[in-house]
C-alpha cells in the first residue's frame, strides 16, 4: 500500500493567491482528516470527515479555508486568499474506522510570504 | 476540556540509558491513547496505541507504554535508546480512532552519544 498521499510536498506562495492541498486517503479507509501543525499551535486537527462528509470542522481556523471530499479517493483544503500566517505544515490521515489507526501522510510544507 | 499534557518540553539521555516520556490526559472518559514519533521533517509513524485491556502496551521500535487510570498517565517507556531514536513524541487521545484526535505539545528527545 502507497499509504496516504498528500501533494504538494511543498508550496511557496504569495500573500493573497489561493493554495490547494491535496490528499489521497489509504484505499477502503472511510475516515479523513487535516492537522496542521505549527511551532506556535502545535498539532491542530482542521476538519474531518466520515465517508466523505464532514463531521467537525470546528478547527477550521476562519471562513479562507475550505475542505472538500468529493469522494472516497480525494480530499482538498483550500485557503483562499493565503496570510503569512498560514504557513505551517498540513498533514493529512486516513483510518479505516473504528479502532483502526490513524495513518498520517508525509505533510506539504506551505510558506506564504 | 478535554486536552492531553506532555509536560517535558526537550529530553536529552545517553545512547543506552532508558527513557521515560511523561504524558497525562483529561478527559470525560478513558479515551483511547496513542503515541506517535515524528523525525524532522517526516510525517507521524504511530508507535503504539491503547484501547483497553492489558495496561502494559507493546509498540514498535521497542517503545512500551503503560496506561494508568488512578493518574490518567500514559507514559512511553524504553529500555536502552539508540540514537535513531531522536525525534519529536507526541502523546494523543481520542474517544475513538475514528474521530478528532487530540495532540499534546510534543517531547524532543536528543540522544547524547
Known amino acids: 500500500d502507497a499509504g496516504v498521499i498528500q501533494s504538494p510536498r511543498h508550496e511557496v506562495t504569495e500573500m493573497g493567491q489561493e493554495v490547494t492541498l491535496r490528499c489521497k486517503p489509504i484505499s477502503g479507509h472511510n475516515s479523513l482528516f487535516w492537522y496542521r501543525q505549527t511551532m506556535m499551535r502545535g498539532l491542530e486537527l482542521l476538519i474531518y470527515f466520515n465517508n466523505n462528509v464532514p463531521i467537525d470542522d470546528s478547527g477550521m481556523p476562519e471562513d479562507r479555508f475550505s475542505a472538500k471530499m468529493p469522494n472516497a479517493s480525494f480530499s482538498t483544503l483550500k485557503i483562499q486568499p493565503s496570510e503569512p500566517r498560514d504557513s505551517a505544515v498540513y498533514f493529512c490521515?486516513?483510518?479505516?474506522?473504528?479502532?483502526?489507526?490513524?495513518?498520517f501522510g508525509p505533510g506539504t510544507r506551505l510558506l506564504v510570504l | 476540556a478535554q486536552s492531553v499534557t506532555q509536560p517535558d518540553i526537550h529530553i536529552t539521555v545517553s545512547e543506552g540509558a532508558s527513557l521515560e516520556l511523561r504524558c497525562n490526559y483529561s478527559?470525560?472518559?478513558?479515551?483511547?491513547l496513542f503515541w506517535y514519533v515524528q523525525s524532522p521533517g517526516q510525517g507521524l509513524q504511530l508507535l503504539l496505541k491503547y484501547f483497553s485491556g492489558d495496561t502494559l502496551v507493546q509498540g514498535i521500535k521497542g517503545f512500551e507504554a503503560e496506561f494508568k487510570r488512578s493518574q490518567s498517565s500514559f507514559n512511553l517507556r524504553k529500555p536502552s535508546v539508540h540514537w535513531s531514536d531522536a525525534a519529536e513524541y507526541f502523546c494523543?487521545?481520542?474517544?475513538?480512532?475514528?474521530?478528532?484526535?487530540?495532540f499534546g505539545s510534543g517531547t524532543r528527545l536528543s540522544i547524547r552519544p
Open positions: 490521515a486516513s483510518s479505516g474506522g473504528e479502532r483502526e489507526t490513524q495513518y
Open positions: 478527559y470525560g472518559a478513558t479515551p483511547y
Open positions: 494523543a487521545a481520542a474517544r475513538s480512532s475514528a474521530s478528532k484526535i487530540i
